[in-house]
């Protein structure tokens, strides 16, 4: 029971790793399969923003740019913002953060991550095989999709295998919580990241299934013609539109709550404080899959709907504000007085709710119908969706790799390196979506290969503000591999957490803990092994 989860277990390490069903190694082996996508699809963002760094061609043509921007989203959204924290940090700890020595159905788990395997293997081949890469924009809208030579199927097929792996994963996550709890481990004593786990795993289940049939007939009617979509064969576009948008408005919330979650274990750590507003946290985060699930045609304002349609959806569209709000409000009331320590987790933990915030308020900008109507399908857009994926969720996934890395690996990185990596991250962030939302308020349309001259400074200026982010990425991701290879040893509490992952060695045993805990106490209120 010595041996940890790092150390070889079989004749072959490789095979160690590809076949175990361990819950840890599955969650390490996502998190490196993710960080390679991530870099394939922030490697095409820039190619992108360098064509937009002159008018006219730079260095590609029209037909490249709109695959890339296809690639850049399809990667970038169905394998590293989707499936992030759940696939990552939520098979990681969620068995032992509620006291279990391995999620409910390892061997499904597994499976969950040959299908991720394999849909992100078949999503780079639809760039290379058939008739060249997709080039209908990552939403696939149809009759466009449709009617394109382009490789679409094989794109549209990776992400239902995609799909499929976010559905095994929440099936485990549901039934670990509900059946693997240790010993005095009530709902009211779970951390704060398994409520938001729980809660987003009701959502890939629910809601997934809708995306997966609407690609399947995508798929069906390239190939046989059928004529559910094609308005020519008597189908019609706007339902593709509702069955895409009914899976990808909560699918933003599958990206955003675990992200809520981890931010919700790092404040109070750091804060040296309770955390205010437990129950109301914990049932915001139900709040958010509920109403969540019902304001997908906010996206649809333009599309004809009816008036009576795009008022209650207007309606739904600022209610479903309301949970979010909660949390930003209870994570400001831990901090008011708090003993707060500034490490690199509490930083970029704070930075997720500054760019989190401006992106739920321009969200809530396109919930009035009239401003709607001028900011659709607008850099606007991009930019508001920027500042709440990767403002919020890049963020919150960057917080939760510092603060969980000593636990995972057992060894710690040069905080000094952390720190410095934040400053051109954060500011060139801002420069490249911040000037995105004032391209979209001028009525610069998104997607478009090349713009007018009265658009070109602030394309310069985002073009630059690309450079100064992904500068300050390479500086955390190079801090954070040497302390993988050269870090001193991490202690089983560097930070005086407050849940029980941090009771076990770092890295944690191979089963988790030598017996399955008795908890005895509310989470977050009071740790005996705590440190200052």
Known sequence: MNMNYLEPQGRGAVRDWIFSTDHKRIGLLYLAVMTAMFWV?????????IEQLTMGPTIMTPATYNAMFTV??????????VPGLPAVFGNFLLPIMIGAKDVSFPRINLLSWYFFIIGGALAVASLFLGAGAPDTGWTFYVPFSLRTGTNVSLAVFAAFLLGFSSILTGINFITTVHRMRAPGMSWHRMPLFVWALYSTAWIQVIATPVIGITLLLVILERSFGIGVFDPAKGGDPVLYQHLFWIYSHPAVYVMIVPAMGAISEIIPTFARRTIFGYKAIAYSSIAIAALGSLVWAHHMFTSGMGELANTVFSLLTFLVAVPSAIKVFNWTATLYKGSTKLEPPMLYALTFILLFSIGGLTGVMQGALALNVHLHDTYFIVGHFHYVMFGGTGFAFFAALLYWFPKMFGRTYDRRWAFAAWPPLFIGFNILYGSMLLLGLQGMPRRYFDHLPQYHVLHVAATAGSWIMVTGLAMLFTTLLRGLLKGSKAPADPWGG??????????????????????????????PGRTS
Do not use: C, K, Q
């Open 72 to 81: 850049h989203g399809v990667v970038m959204i169905f394998m590293f913002v």
């Open 41 to 49: 699809a922030v490697l095409l963002g820039v190619l992108m923003r």
């Open 498 to 527: 407050l849940t029980l992952e941090w009771t076990v060695s770092s890295p944690p045993p191979l089963e988790n803990f030598e017996a399955i805990p008795t908890v005895d106490r509310a989470p977050y209120a009071y740790n």
